[in-house]
């Protein structure tokens, strides 16, 4: 007999589709993380700070802000920042503008570096993620997803600069 898996939550369709999510959610970043580490030495999550940087306005974001885009503590990313100063990829500086904020901000080698591995890394999640859906499940999908990531946090998410910026 095959045990109920959870008699009072989720069930039919619903239960359906967080097991898919729930399947993506453990396979697509083992995915990346497999790819940008074996082909550039990073995790998704360097790759997208230095992504991150490297769209910003003069290639630095303050460290808060940068926390935010990525989802993270501050903790967190300074751990990641201090692992990517030491490569030469990023450096810190005081905000001139204001003190109280440390800036992140790419280098000249941190911007190679991304330049370098984003084409491999956007062709896999091309094939990942993309190939095998229509113009209007992609649509579908950024909505869905932008719904979900609101619902679990209001804070605004990182979004790339129109084509043709930076």
Excluded: C
């Excluded at 700070?49 to 885009?69: E, H, I, K, Q």
């Excluded at 280098?107 to 999640?125: F, I, N």
């Amino acid at each position: 007999m095959t045990p109920s898996l959870n008699p009072s939550g989720l069930s039919g369709d619903r239960l359906a589709a967080w097991a898919s999510i729930a399947t993506l959610l453990e396979r697509l970043p083992a995915a990346l993380d497999a790819q940008l580490q074996r082909d550039s030495g990073l995790t998704h999550y360097e790759h997208g700070l230095l992504f991150a940087l490297d769209s910003a306005p003069g290639r630095s974001l303050r460290m808060s802000v940068l926390a935010g885009y990525a989802s993270s503590t501050l903790s967190r990313l300074s751990r990641a920042i201090s692992r990517l100063e030491k490569k030469g990829w990023v450096r810190r500086e005081v905000d001139p503008t204001d003190g109280r904020f440390t800036l992140a901000i790419l280098s000249h080698d941190g911007h190679a570096l991304v330049t370098a591995s984003t084409p491999a890394h956007h062709a896999l999640v091309e094939e990942l993620v993309f190939e095998s859906l229509t113009a209007a499940q992609v649509r579908q999908l950024a909505d869905i997803s932008g719904r979900i990531a609101t619902t679990i946090d209001s804070t605004p998410a990182w979004v790339p600069a129109p084509e043709g910026g930076n």
